[in-house]
């Protein structure tokens, strides 16, 4: 990019790096220009030429995806010329796109709908038929087709070319028959496959995954971090409580990516976004202790009561899962107050996965790095699986787990060794009735922290959902137990 | 009437094989060039206002001189002849390629010559087998008598596409690729064949260069008109006695053109002239005394185009002629951008409609409005096209579309 120039924009004076698009240039000042083609990371094949402007001395209208800013240039976006030039392009792509939005999940978040309320808004003219093509093609296991709401804007096609380059999708036929379709004797099922849903600026290409269940505009948008990797993407998490009874009662409708150029770009992988939308399954509501008889404990009650079992032989299972703010209140209560030795948090053997050169990281938890930089370290599983068999370990606490992930078969075994176990996590897991105390806590969409990415880069998440049951987040109840063991030896003390 | 293409085909039958091509003085030019300087070369073609006569009539040596010199982009340059002909009503170059192929290869390896290209091509359109293999058979012959010199000339053929007549999606055919055009800039003379310069040139444009350098560009200058240099080729059609090749000079009177094809036809009157094959709006009846040259024809309110004359006569309907134009055109767009994958097929629609005799007089404003929302607003010449025919006709020829309007009553 060039020197900074004057130009001219609507009237008003303005300065932008010569050569910057102009689209992206109005974009900078305030000023959107309609478009579907264009996007900054697949480019600016200009075939939907809705971004017309006016540039004084051309010859004719300019579209502002391919055209540089220059020093003295006299842009207008907004003239009666330029509204009706972007009304006949938007015209002319509704002229065979089939008026289904009722049934179409696009509807609340497409692009004809929101360029037609807002630069359309002209009685049809068109009294032929609709052009007919093909309406339910299952294109991967993710992503459903529609031929005929495509306005063939070809940024499909460009993300399969060019950013994933496994070109599962293609432009086939020619003229007004032209369509997209699956490439013969592929399926559109890259890691990333769900990316072409979110660029896709109409309903040609939906979520089968969130299809039918609920209307977007009953979502609440709230930014937060992809748990999935370590890449820490940065996400959008839309969640229904407008509406419970839809969307099979999960919460979580959907993750989109949100765009950051330092991490994600505009993307996130299939995992990710497919992953963890079903956070509300197998919940632990409740702090109990299960044995020997199960038993509805307080918090507080709770924290009395297993404040004095941590202590000699105690060792901690943990995950990358948990925020900056849950490894410092972790560090405080274990390693600072309880001299605890026996730390296993690592992601092998079961939080790794496939590594690939877009976004994919190997460690399939969120922040390694923040236990990392507090100086935390994790020894290995084998470790502890030989500790707990010898019968060196008192207390197990296990925190968002699950054992049979790691050692399989034997981890029930294993895990009836120590005298005492606990499990403190949103959910479950596969070993949740056998430990002895069950400590809820929040799941990420419920509460807000930070997560370390593994370049250091630091995210920050919010809270999207209230807490499900007795929920508390993890630094919380660290902190609860770190204050009922305070009090414990004050206790002794003044005994 | 001075001739240089078509001056020896009446008289030599022979003249599309090697022997008798340089018993008549065939490639003495191509030797003359050789030992010229490749700038007093582009100088004298600059002189000689010819122009790109495959229907833009761009100046060809201004086209030539923005290819980079060799010191300031290094690398391969290429030369490719558009023998694409595609569009409805031109056979110009079908004929030249299958009576003059050595002088169009000449021209080539003067081109090549002169722009630095050691690898050019000769894009020739699919349907085009006889003359394929009329190229492959005088390419062979050319090599044997190792007048190629350092200049290798592929062959390619088209696969059908319309498009592929238009420069920038030629290349990308070329590349292997789906014909979509290009936007430029970049422009083919600087970024063209797999992004290297490259010189995009008709069949016709081409084979006039032997004459250019054997009678020099101010001879060839002076037998056209003031900005268009040399003579034209028409391939006429239509409502005439005598269709077929007709070579004039730059400038020509369309009456002297009407004349010498015997158009209209006797007993009919004449309701028009599409000058340059379907694209152009036809010339009227007041337009008989102008001058065809691109300018002149420009001035018209249409356009010269690649010479695929037809001649329209009264017992011929506006409407149909509109609509068998803009069935092509909706068959042939590429479907790259909106206005004219969906303007194109619209159009045709509402056209059939009134051929059917359910037309509504709406339907012919909105016709006149979706053809100007599409001109202008589109990547390429064939979106434009189609918003210039419904203009073209609806303007020229009102009362054949009021007649097809259903009435009220």
């Known amino acids: 990019m060039g020197k900074i120039v004057k130009y001219k924009l609507n009237g008003v004076e303005r300065e932008a790096p010569e050569g910057q698009l102009v689209i992206e240039a109005a974009k900078d000042a305030g000023v959107e220009i309609p478009h579907y083609c264009y996007h900054p990371a697949l480019g600016n094949p200009g075939n939907c030429r809705m971004c017309i402007v006016d540039v004084a001395g051309a010859p004719k209208p300019q579209v502002s995806c391919r055209t540089g800013v220059r020093e003295g240039m006299d842009v207008k976006s907004d003239t009666d010329a330029v509204k009706r030039a972007q009304a006949s392009a938007l015209e002319l792509h509704l002229v065979n796109h089939p008026l289904d939005c009722p049934v179409c999940d696009q509807s609340g978040e497409c692009g004809l709908q929101d360029y037609y309320m807002k630069i359309g808004q002209y009685q049809s003219e068109v009294r032929e038929d609709k052009e007919h093509k093909d309406k339910r093609i299952v294109a991967g296991p993710h992503v459903m087709l529609d031929q005929e709401r495509c306005i063939l804007c070809t940024r499909c096609t460009r993300f399969v070319d060019n950013v994933t380059k496994t070109h599962e999708l293609g432009i086939f036929g020619m003229g007004h028959t032209e369509r997209i379709d699956v490439t013969p004797g592929m399926t559109l099922d890259n890691a990333y496959s769900g990316n072409v849903v979110d660029i896709c600026p109409v309903g040609a290409l939906t979520d089968r995954d969130f299809r039918y269940k609920v209307r977007v505009w009953y979502l609440d948008k709230t930014d937060s971090i992809c748990p999935g990797c370590s890449r820490g993407c940065n996400i959008s998490v839309h969640a229904n409580t407008a509406r419970p009874w839809h969307n099979d009662g999960k919460r979580v409708a959907r993750l989109k990516p949100r765009m950051n150029m330092d991490v994600n770009g505009y993307w996130m992988c299939d995992d990710g976004r497919y992953g963890f939308t079903n956070l509300d399954a197998d919940r632990l509501g409740k702090v109990l202790r299960l044995s020997p008889v199960k038993t509805e404990l307080s918090w507080v009650d709770m924290a009395s009561e297993i404040a004095p079992l941590l202590g000699e032989g105690l060792a901690v299972v943990a995950s990358g899962m948990l925020s900056n703010e849950d490894w410092a209140a972790y560090k405080s209560l274990f390693a600072d107050k309880l001299n605890v030795t026996q730390h296993y948090f690592s992601s092998e053997p079961d939080q790794v996965g496939v590594e690939d050169e877009l976004l994919r990281r190997k460690d399939k938890v969120p922040n390694l790095k923040g236990a990392e930089a507090l100086g935390l370290k994790s020894g290995s599983f084998d470790e502890l699986a030989k500790n707990l068999a010898s019968g060196k370990i008192r207390t197990l606490y296990v925190i968002e787990r699950d054992l049979t992930k790691i050692w399989g078969d034997k981890a029930a075994g294993l895990l009836a060794k120590a005298g005492v176990s606990i499990l403190q996590g949103p959910n479950k897991y596969a070993l949740g009735d056998s430990f002895t105390y069950r400590l809820p806590a929040t799941a990420y969409v419920e509460e807000e922290g930070h997560f370390t990415n593994f370049e250091g880069k630091i995210g920050a998440y919010k809270k999207a959902l209230s807490p499900i049951g007795d929920a508390r987040p993890d630094w919380d109840i660290f902190a609860l137990l770190g204050k009922a063991l305070a009090a414990g030896r004050k206790r002794e003390v003044a005994a | 009437m001075t001739k240089i293409l078509t001056k020896h085909f009446d008289s030599e039958p022979k003249f599309h094989e090697l022997e008798t091509y340089r018993k008549l003085g065939g490639y003495e030019s191509l030797k003359k060039a050789l030992g010229m300087e490749r700038a007093a070369l582009l100088a004298e073609v600059k002189k000689s206002n010819l122009r790109g006569l495959g229907g833009a009539g761009f100046p060809t040596g201004l086209k030539w001189e923005t290819v980079p010199s ?83 000339i592929h062959l390619m053929r088209g696969a059908g596409a319309y498009i592929s007549g238009l420069d920038t999606a030629l290349l990308e055919t070329m590349e292997g690729k789906k014909a979509w055009p290009r936007q430029p800039p970049p422009f083919p003379t600087v970024a063209g064949l797999m992004a290297k310069p490259t010189v995009v040139n008709n069949v016709e444009t081409l084979s006039m260069l032997p004459f250019i350098v054997r009678e020099g560009g101010e001879a060839f200058a002076k037998i056209g008109g003031p900005k268009s240099g040399g003579t034209v080729v028409f391939s006429i059609s239509g409502s005439v006695e005598r269709p077929g090749l007709y070579e004039f000079p730059m400038g020509v009177k369309l009456r002297d053109v009407l004349l010498a ?53 009264d017992t011929m309907d506006a409407v149909e002629i509109a609509h068998n134009i803009e069935r092509f055109l909706t068959h042939e767009s590429c479907g790259q951008c909106t206005p004219c994958r969906e303007g194109s097929n619209w159009s045709e629609r509402i056209l059939h409609r009134l051929l059917d005799g359910k037309g509504e007089a709406a339907d012919i404003d909105n016709l006149s409005r979706v053809g100007e929302n599409i001109t202008g607003k589109v990547i390429c010449a064939l979106g434009d096209t189609v918003g210039m025919v419904l203009k073209g006709y609806i303007g020229r020829y009102p009362e054949d579309f009021k007649k097809r309007v259903k009435s009220n009553g």
């Open chain 2, 70 to 152: 060799e010191d300031k982009v290094p690398g391969p340059r290429f030369v490719v002849v558009n023998a694409d002909e595609s569009e409805p009503g031109c056979y110009k170059d079908r004929i030249l390629l299958t009576r003059a192929p050595h002088q169009l290869i000449e021209g080539l390896l003067i081109a090549s010559y002169v722009i630095g290209a050691k690898d050019s091509f000769i894009f020739i359109r699919g349907e085009y087998q006889n003359q394929y293999d009329i190229l492959e058979k005088a390419l062979a012959e050319a090599d044997q008598a190792g007048l190629l010199g350092a200049v290798k």
């Open chain 2, 261 to 313: 094809c015997g158009g209209p036809l006797p007993g009919r009157k004449l309701k028009g002239v599409i000058p340059g094959g379907t694209s152009m709006p036809p010339l009227m009846e007041k337009d008989l005394d102008i001058q065809l040259d691109f300018d002149s024809v420009r001035a018209a309110g249409t356009f010269l185009g690649a010479g695929g004359m037809i001649v329209l006569d």
